[in-house]
């Protein structure tokens, strides 16, 4: 018989405590609370605590964190703001996270759309379930500035913010420069660029530098050879499949792309216009996901340490926790461009 019957309401069951728990399984509260919060060890019998399970089980019992956290004046709910969580560079992100908050912390995920700036007015909704702190990965000075100093907050990969914010930043910028290096080594004299639409901070330094170090390597891109699409593998390919004419009459023989998912995007079309990679178009990416490198042909990508980066956020969000000043307040994570088959063989012959 659930709750729900057993009060004769089926709409607005009620309440399970840990004393009804207590009750129902014949020992304290106090031992249904070490139970509940995995604290039974060396403290509570073998025979109690399966009592406790089958009573939790039975009653549908579970534990009032966010009531919990209120009496006690103090939350353990930490919130990471992230776009498109499915995308594994987040997922390393969370583990980094975790690594240094889980044991203390909730850690609770409030997704934005793919690769779009948090909002404030999104984010304000969720300061009602009265976090410890936030993680916000890309948000603008506007939010920044409406949020920040309501509550502790670190930013993830936010180039070019206040320095007054405690933020984890990649070094994105020579990313781009690196992959505009391996281009002119390998020989390319013009290029593409496959951009994001997006208003982040983070994609549009990937772009301005690309395009700055072309102009300093000597390689030219056209502005009818930079395009934009959304994060998504499906859209890339279509943009690129609608661009690739124009690019081949202006000679393009490589092309940089805003993510890999821009880069997964590109192979799916070129593979179906029966474009040869690397020999007719080198290609690289940003964010070296799990599967650039065993996709076929595997895929140039400029590393970011994602899991570093979620580790430092979580560890100067802890000191924000703890009344302290993150040291220092902002750092800056390098990135490195990892070589594959996607743009080894240079410009074809």
Same mark, same amino acid.
């Given at each position: 018989?659930?709750? &729900? ?14 004393? #009804? ?23 509570? /019998? ?22 919990? $956290? ?7 709910? +930490? ?20 690594? @240094? ?8 995920? /409030? ?58 930043? #990649? ?8 992959? +505009? ?23 549009? @330094? ?15 891109? =056209? ?6 699409? #959304?994060?998504?593998?499906? &859209? ?16 393009? $023989? ?46 140039? /990508?400029?590393? =970011?340490? &994602? ?21 220092? =307040? ?16 240079? @410009?074809?012959?």
């Amino acid at each position: 018989m659930t709750i &729900a019957e057993k009060t004769g309401n089926s709409r607005e069951p009620r309440r399970v405590t840990a004393a #009804m728990v207590a009750a129902h399984a014949g020992v304290s509260t106090a031992t249904v609370s070490l139970v509940a919060n995995g604290k039974s060890s060396g403290r509570v /019998s073998a025979k109690n605590e399966q009592r406790v399970r089958e009573a939790i089980r039975e009653l549908g019992y579970f534990v009032d964190s966010i009531g919990s $956290s209120l009496a006690k004046g103090v939350s353990s709910v +930490v919130i990471l703001v992230a776009p498109d969580i499915s995308n594994p560079f987040f997922a390393k992100v969370i583990a980094g996270v975790r690594s @240094v908050l889980a044991n203390d912390y909730q850690l609770m995920l /409030s997704v934005t759309d793919s690769g779009v700036s948090p909002s404030a007015s999104e984010t304000r909704k969720i300061l009602g379930l009265r976090p410890a702190g936030l993680l916000v990965h890309a948000p603008s000075q506007e939010f920044l500035d409406e949020i920040g100093g309501h509550i502790p907050m670190v930013a993830l990969d936010a180039p070019g913010i206040d320095a007054k914010f405690p933020a984890v930043n #990649m070094d994105v910028a020579q990313g781009a420069r690196d992959v +505009v290096a391996h281009f002119a080594a390998q020989g390319h004299t013009k290029a593409a660029y496959l951009d994001a639409i997006t208003g982040t901070e983070t994609l549009a @330094v990937r772009r301005e530098a690309f395009l700055q170090a072309a102009k300093d390597y000597g390689i030219e891109v =056209l502005p009818q050879c930079v395009a934009s699409s #959304m994060i998504d593998v499906t &859209a890339a390919s279509e943009t690129f499949s609608e661009q690739w004419q124009i690019w081949k009459e202006n000679g393009v $023989s490589a092309v940089g792309c805003a993510t890999d998912n821009h880069a997964f995007g590109v192979l799916h079309a070129a593979r179906a216009l029966g474009i040869r990679i690397p020999e007719q178009l080198a290609v690289a990416g940003f964010d070296d996901l799990p599967y650039s490198a065993t996709s076929n042909p595997s895929i140039t /990508s400029v590393q =970011l340490n &994602a899991h570093e980066g979620g580790k430092l956020a979580a560890l100067k969000l802890r000191a924000l926790l703890e009344g302290k000043d993150p040291e220092p =307040l902002q750092s800056m994570l390098p990135s490195s461009l990892i070589v594959r088959d996607s743009t080894k063989n240079g @410009v074809d012959d």
